[in-house]
């Protein structure tokens, strides 16, 4: 599905009474959701244990 299709997709699903800074706040969810999917397809992901080292450091 290309980036037009679903972004035409999620706002055929929002609601007709929503405003303007919650549609582009779902567009910005939907977006970070396709970018998170796709990092994960790639491996671009840290185990639980990783990111609990992370924080550790911090």
Same mark, same amino acid.
């Given at each position: 599905?290309?980036?037009?299709?679903?972004? &035409?997709? =999620?706002?055929?699903?929002?609601?007709?009474?929503?405003?303007?800074? @919650?549609?582009?706040? #779902? &567009?910005? =969810?939907?977006?970070?959701?396709?970018?998170?999917?796709?990092?994960? @397809?790639?491996?671009? #992901?840290?185990?639980?244990?990783?990111?609990?080292?992370?924080?550790?450091?911090?």
């Amino acid at each position: 599905m290309s980036d037009k299709q679903l972004v &035409l997709n =999620t706002v055929q699903n929002i609601d007709d009474t929503s405003s303007y800074e @919650e549609i582009l706040y #779902t &567009l910005y =969810t939907q977006l970070e959701v396709q970018k998170g999917i796709k990092d994960m @397809e790639e491996g671009n #992901t840290k185990t639980s244990n990783e990111v609990k080292e992370i924080i550790d450091k911090w």
